[in-house]
């Protein structure tokens, strides 16, 4: 068993506070983490460990408190942890619960600080706002107006508000010239709810646009609450940007980086951070994907920077932790830092730089699977001929509701012991996944429960379609409930519009809590 010290709430508050770098992690699914969680907890299943952690929490040396809900998960997952090298383990005493009876606030859904933060700023810098009824009678009056989108592309191509462009939330500042080049045109900016409308138009007007701002109140989904019909499968995206625009931008990112104090570095400046042993330094590219695709610094992770404001605690696990922002035209990563320093990280900085190294990297991996373990889709496929195979897929459960192979089961890793002890299982047992890489840690975990020979789908999923087998979404056997996803109000299988409803609530709730909580080192600079 791994060495891993008990935490009470009140000493855990104590590191939430204090100086030193900390990694909060919650290994429960991500459906029960969305239940109820501390403000500050990174979701990383205990099903998924080995594949998420590495990426999160890069630095071994991490002080990290894992939680869950008293269960063992934690003991478990730290087990996985030391193996991989990481040597400061803690788990919180009592889980979840021991937290909430120490009077301490535990908060539903998920990216909650992010999500705080935007209300946070709408609240302190007044950003001015327009309900879908008044912007859909501007739209009727034929005004003189631009409405830009600012989730990726294909949030956006899903579902968007007619007449909107799709402009990322870290491109406004840097397009807006050229999308509005009369000041006397209204700017809307839009998400789907709350957070990237208030963020994108109070980055425009923290920039100096002259143009009138505002952020469209509840976003498309305030847009079809209000029974207005909005449009799908839109491509329009912001033209490439002018020598005008970008001499504007750059000198409006560069007021707000002297306003904010945010230092940019160079490259050599960025290899001592990233020498420096006893900190995580964190190095984002904040550009689009396909420009980071095309050539970035090496190392750099992409994570385009209206995404990384909206959900900072899928790209940084390690909290007090240093933060570089890079973008060759300076202006994206600057607006991203800002709203990074005023989320409270203190160590954010500028680097303008594109790079040489191409392509996505491969996602680092805790472990491996065993080496006589793999069996093809071939062979597989022969065994499933002669009924002599039971597969379990641990792929997410959506993906599995999509498409998986014939007969077999959903299940979550985690809870594996369960079904092997309840379901009669066929003279070999193979496991798959997506891509075949999780189905290859979890052998070991499946071998202990029983003595039938257990292998996992070399490529998983992805190699069985490859092979041209057939994939089905039929007659899905679900060995667990799908608890590993929390599902956005529109994913929802009913209800949709009340899902909707009662999510802006809870955004709109989110700042009392917040305050109750104390934890957060939000700032508002006039």
């Given amino acids: 068993m791994a060495d891993v010290r008990r935490v ?21 699914e991500e459906g029960v983490f969305s239940e109820g969680h501390l403000l500050f907890a990174r979701s990383v299943p205990l099903s998924r460990l080995e594949l998420r952690m590495a990426r999160l929490v890069p630095r071994r040396a991490t002080r990290i408190v894992l939680v869950d809900d008293a269960d063992g998960l934690a003991e478990r997952a730290a087990k996985v942890l030391a193996k ?34 935007g209300e946070f700023v709408e609240h302190e810098a007044g950003t001015p706002s327009v309900s879908a009824d008044e912007l859909h009678a501007l739209m009727q009056s034929g005004a003189d107006m631009v409405v830009l989108d600012s989730r990726p592309f294909d949030e956006y191509s899903r579902v968007s508000i007619p007449s909107g462009v799709n402009v990322p939330g870290a491109e406004l500042v ?46 498309t989904m305030g847009w079809s609450l209000a029974g207005l019909r909005p449009d799908s499968g839109r491509s329009q995206r912001a033209p490439e940007v002018s020598h005008g625009a970008l001499a504007w931008a750059k000198a409006a990112a560069e007021a707000v980086a002297r306003k904010l104090g945010i230092r940019s ?9 990233r020498a420096d042993e006893r900190r995580t330094t964190y190095v984002f590219d904040v550009r689009d994907p396909a420009e980071y695709l095309a050539g970035h610094v090496p190392g750099a992770l992409s994570a385009p920077g209206g995404q990384l404001v909206q959900a900072t605690d899928q790209y940084a696990g390690t909290l007090k932790s240093r933060i570089v922002c890079v973008d060759d035209r300076e202006v994206r990563a600057v607006m991203t830092a800002s709203w990074l320093r005023r989320m409270g990280w203190q160590e954010v900085f500028v680097l303008v730089a594109a790079g040489a190294e ?12 065993p080496r006589d373990a793999a069996i093809d889709a071939a062979a597989l496929s022969e065994l499933l001929a002669r009924s002599d195979a039971t597969v379990i ?13 014939a007969g077999s089961w959903f ?18 047992v193979v496991l798959t996944s997506e891509d075949g890489v999780l189905a290859g840690l ?72 917040i305050a109750r909580d104390g934890c957060a080192r939000f700032e508002h600079f006039p």
């Fill in 393 to 405: 897929d641990l792929s997410l459960s959506r993906e599995y509701l999509s498409a998986h192979i």
């Fill in 174 to 219: 840097l397009r807006v010239h050229d999308m509005a080049p009369s000041p006397e045109t209204l700017v809307v900016v839009n998400c789907a709810g709350r957070t990237r409308s208030i963020i994108g138009a109070q980055s425009l007007i923290d920039a100096g646009v002259p143009n009138k701002v505002v952020a469209l109140r509840n976003g």
């Fill in 358 to 369: 191409k392509g996505f990297p491969e996602n680092p991996v805790l472990g491996e699977a």
């Fill in 442 to 513: 979890a052998v070991p975990d499946v071998r202990a429960f029983t003595p039938l020979p257990v292998r996992y789908l070399s490529g998983g999923n992805a190699a069985w379609r490859a092979a041209g087998l057939p994939l089905t979404a039929e007659d899905p056997r679900m060995a667990d409930g799908p608890i590993d996803a929390w599902l956005k109000p529109y994913e929802r299988p009913d209800g949709v519009a009340q899902a909707m409803a009662d999510y802006l609530a809870w955004e709109t709730d989110l700042l009392p809590r």
């Fill in 265 to 273: 570095i160079d490259e050599a400046a960025l290899e001592q951070l």
């Fill in 84 to 117: 991989a090298g990481y040597t400061d383990l803690h788990s919180l005493d009592g889980g979840n619960a021991g937290w909430a009876a120490a009077g301490y606030e535990l908060f539903s859904g998920v990216n909650v600080p992010s999500k705080a933060f």
């Fill in 8 to 28: 009470g709430a009140a000493a855990l508050r104590a590191m939430l506070t204090d100086e030193d770098e900390l990694a909060l992690i919650d290994v429960r």
């Fill in 411 to 428: 299940a979550i890793r985690s809870r594996l012991q369960w079904f092997i002890q309840r379901e009669p299982l066929r003279r070999n």
